[in-house]
């Protein structure tokens, strides 16, 4: 505040006053009015007001005195005067440590000093004090809003601050870099990016501002002030201290005002870097979903919006498409009772976009990706010197999930990987047998797997296949009617089916898999062939029997029905 008790007490009118108590405290003491008060207290004293006062009532009766004392005190009064020479000739030792004990002041007024003058005096100082800083800080104000809107960045507001504050300026963002240096700050910026300083919260009686840290290193010091928006911390707002004054002088001179509002000027350039950030994340995010359906105008309009982005489509990319399995589950292991699954989903996501990137700036890959529907895609430069491209993606992938691991602990991904493409006419493709590949892979592998385009190639000629109606028929004919034998009797005859062909007709090596007598096994074998109508001998249908076991297995056949 730009008044306290210490400027009262430096009043000419006061020169004959003594300060009876609290003398270490008065620069805490800030006063925004003055008042004349007799017993009793009640609600009629403000915070931070100054008291005047005769004590009439309590001459004589230090019980009484020292109750009205303790609700002035209680009521926040910035000070209090007591006229001594009529009423109360001495003022007791009793009140004196009383106001003492709670870093009170108390002033003792010589009687022939007039309140009126006082009250006087001290509205008109404070009213010029005031007007003072309002100018100030509304000139400060007035350049910050003309160098934000004519485009000037924060090392340019961070001077205009020092200008006001006198003191150097720093503003960094949310992760403690340097967006803003005054002109005398190259020290704090030093000291600052060392990072070896300690930081201690310290709200002061002297401001209205929370969240204020007190930051220390070796002799230096500094004040640290969130800047907010949306009422979300941006970055912060560091002040130089001098180091010859206390910390808390700082605040004497009207600072309060001019910090508050240069912390609501800064925000206006986090707010604007915010949006325009998110602006080119979604034109970036579009742009990649464009690229991956293949909705492409021409080559000239990929390679022009590519530049704006800062994308080179030119390089060779290999696609990849990934899924989160378990966000709720993660989100059950590290949720802030505040955030709910949504905000806290949306940060995550960011989370990984972000590890994607230093991921693939780690291994020196180019990378371009988008969220949609669900499914991560990742174009990863595959660099043409690298021997195997597919090995480059794994070690990128291993490189993501060992980052992510510190991040989102417990983070269950799936893969899907292309081959190796390049050109516009490809990246549609590439996607495509990502997505393929991310589907085979789930299908065959179940959560947390990584598949390859090229080693799902049975599985896409099985797919092929068994889209044939007249292959969906026989299929059903032979593997069909031991699944419904299976479902009636509980032979197991499906099975048994699979493990002998899995041993390659070896009956020997089939009924020690199965745990089953030789007897058995030929009986169950003998069964298979009465109900399918087919030979486990002859070639030809025990090639037929093997496809149909395969279509079957792979789900083939069953997501065909469903």
Same mark, same amino acid.
């Given at each position: 505040?730009?008044?306290?008790?210490?400027?009262?007490?430096?009043?000419?009118?006061?020169?004959?006053?003594?300060?009876? $108590?609290?003398?270490?405290?008065?620069?805490?003491?800030?006063?925004?009015? *003055?008042? !004349?008060?007799?017993?009793?207290?009640?609600?009629?004293?403000?915070?931070?007001?100054?008291?005047?006062?005769?004590?009439?009532?309590?001459?004589?009766?230090?019980?009484? =005195?020292?109750?009205?004392?303790?609700?002035?005190?209680?009521? @926040?009064?910035?000070?209090?005067?007591?006229?001594?020479?009529?009423?109360?000739?001495?003022?007791?030792?009793?009140?004196?440590?009383?106001?003492?004990?709670?870093?009170?002041?108390?002033?003792?007024?010589?009687?022939?000093?007039?309140?009126?003058?006082?009250?006087?005096?001290?509205?008109?100082?404070?009213?010029?004090?005031?007007?003072?800083?309002?100018?100030?800080?509304?000139?400060? %104000?007035?350049? &910050?809003?003309?160098?934000? &809107?004519?485009?000037?960045?924060?090392?340019?507001?961070?001077?205009?601050?020092?200008?006001?504050?006198?003191?150097?300026?720093?503003?960094?963002?949310?992760?403690?870099?340097?967006?803003? @240096?005054?002109?005398?700050?190259?020290?704090?910026?030093?000291?600052? @990016?060392?990072?070896?300083?300690?930081?201690?919260? !310290?709200?002061?009686?002297?401001?209205?501002?929370?969240?204020?840290?007190?930051?220390?290193?070796?002799?230096? /010091?500094?004040?640290?002030?969130?800047? %907010?928006?949306?009422?979300?911390? %941006?970055?912060?707002?560091?002040?130089?201290?001098?180091?010859?004054?206390?910390?808390?002088?700082?605040?004497?001179?009207?600072?309060?005002? *001019?910090?508050?509002?240069?912390?609501?000027?800064?925000?206006?350039? =986090?707010? +604007?870097?915010?949006?325009?950030?998110?602006?080119?994340?979604?034109?970036?995010?579009?742009?990649?979903?464009?690229?991956?359906?293949?909705?492409?105008?021409?080559?000239?309009?990929?390679?022009?919006?590519?530049?704006? &982005?800062?994308?080179? !489509?030119?390089?060779?990319?290999?696609?990849? !498409?990934?899924?989160?399995?378990?966000?709720?589950?993660?989100?059950?292991?590290?949720?802030?009772?505040?955030?709910?699954?949504?905000?806290?989903?949306?940060?995550?996501?960011? @989370?990984?976009?972000?590890?994607?990137?230093?991921? #693939?700036?780690?291994?020196?890959?180019?990378?371009?990706?988008?969220?949609?529907?669900?499914?991560?895609?990742?174009?990863?430069?595959?660099?043409?010197?690298?021997?195997?491209?597919? /090995?480059?993606? =794994?070690? =990128?992938?291993?490189?993501?999930?060992?980052?992510?691991?510190?991040?989102?602990?417990?983070?269950?991904?799936?893969?899907?990987?292309?081959?190796?493409?390049?050109?516009?006419?490809?990246?549609?493709? #590439?996607?495509?047998? /990502?997505?393929?590949?991310?589907?085979?892979?789930? +299908?065959?592998?179940?959560?947390?797997?990584?598949?390859?385009?090229?080693?799902?190639?049975?599985?896409?000629?099985?797919?092929?296949?068994?889209?044939?109606?007249?292959?969906?028929?026989?299929?059903?004919?032979?593997?069909?009617?031991?699944?419904?034998?299976?479902?009636?009797?509980?032979?197991?005859?499906?099975?048994?089916?699979?493990?002998?062909?899995?041993?390659?007709?070896?009956?020997?090596?089939? $009924? +020690?898999?199965?745990?089953?007598?030789?007897?058995?096994?030929?009986?169950?074998? +003998?069964?298979?062939?009465?109900?399918?109508?087919?030979?486990?001998?002859?070639?030809?249908?025990?090639?037929?029997?093997?496809?149909?076991?395969?279509?079957?297995?792979?789900?083939?056949?069953?997501?065909?029905?469903?």
């Amino acid at each position: 505040m730009p008044f306290t008790m210490k400027d009262v007490t430096e009043l000419s009118l006061l020169h004959k006053a003594v300060v009876r $108590s609290g003398s270490s405290a008065l620069f805490m003491r800030p006063v925004e009015s *003055v008042s !004349v008060i007799e017993m009793p207290v009640e609600d009629f004293v403000r915070q931070n007001e100054f008291v005047l006062t005769t004590a009439i009532g309590c001459s004589g009766d230090l019980p009484t =005195f020292a109750t009205f004392v303790q609700d002035i005190i209680d009521s @926040k009064a910035a000070g209090l005067a007591i006229a001594v020479g009529r009423y109360v000739h001495d003022i007791p030792a009793e009140i004196i440590a009383l106001a003492e004990a709670h870093a009170f002041p108390i002033i003792e007024l010589p009687w022939e000093i007039r309140f009126a003058d006082v009250t006087q005096e001290l509205l008109q100082l404070i009213h010029n004090q005031y007007k003072i800083v309002l100018h100030r800080t509304e000139a400060m %104000q007035k350049k &910050l809003l003309t160098q934000f &809107l004519g485009g000037a960045d924060l090392h340019q507001a961070a001077n205009t601050i020092q200008q006001v504050l006198s003191r150097p300026v720093l503003i960094v963002n949310h992760d403690g870099t340097v967006k803003g @240096k005054s002109s005398k700050a190259q020290s704090l910026a030093k000291w600052w @990016k060392l990072g070896q300083h300690s930081a201690t919260s !310290v709200p002061h009686p002297l401001t209205n501002l929370t969240d204020i840290e007190f930051v220390t290193h070796g002799p230096g /010091a500094c004040y640290k002030l969130p800047i %907010q928006s949306t009422n979300k911390i %941006q970055g912060y707002l560091l002040i130089s201290l001098p180091g010859e004054s206390s910390p808390e002088a700082f605040w004497e001179n009207g600072n309060e005002q *001019v910090v508050e509002h240069a912390l609501t000027a800064t925000a206006l350039w =986090f707010q +604007r870097e915010k949006t325009v950030q998110e602006t080119e994340l979604r034109l970036r995010d579009d742009f990649v979903w464009n690229l991956a359906k293949g909705e492409i105008d021409s080559w000239e309009t990929v390679l022009s919006r590519a530049k704006s &982005l800062r994308y080179n !489509v030119n390089l060779p990319y290999i696609c990849i !498409v990934g899924v989160i399995e378990n966000l709720d589950v993660v989100y059950a292991g590290q949720r802030a009772e505040q955030e709910t699954f949504e905000l806290w989903t949306a940060s995550a996501i960011k @989370k990984v976009e972000d590890q994607v990137i230093q991921s #693939g700036q780690s291994l020196q890959c180019a990378t371009m990706l988008t969220y949609q529907n669900g499914q991560l895609i990742i174009y990863l430069e595959a660099p043409k010197t690298q021997a195997s491209p597919i /090995a480059t993606t =794994f070690a =990128f992938l291993d490189h993501l999930e060992h980052r992510l691991a510190g991040l989102l602990s417990g983070l269950v991904l799936s893969w899907g990987i292309a081959e190796h493409q390049a050109g516009v006419n490809t990246f549609a493709q #590439g996607y495509h047998d /990502a997505q393929l590949a991310l589907e085979i892979g789930s +299908r065959l592998k179940g959560t947390g797997h990584r598949s390859t385009h090229a080693s799902t190639g049975m599985y896409r000629v099985l797919r092929s296949v068994g889209s044939h109606p007249e292959m969906q028929e026989l299929a059903q004919a032979t593997v069909g009617v031991l699944m419904d034998y299976d479902r009636q009797r509980g032979l197991e005859l499906f099975n048994t089916l699979t493990t002998f062909i899995g041993n390659q007709g070896n009956v020997s090596q089939t $009924s +020690r898999a199965l745990n089953l007598h030789r007897q058995s096994l030929l009986y169950r074998l +003998r069964k298979i062939e009465s109900l399918t109508g087919r030979s486990l001998v002859d070639p030809d249908d025990l090639f037929l029997l093997t496809l149909s076991v395969k279509l079957w297995t792979t789900g083939v056949l069953q997501s065909k029905k469903t």
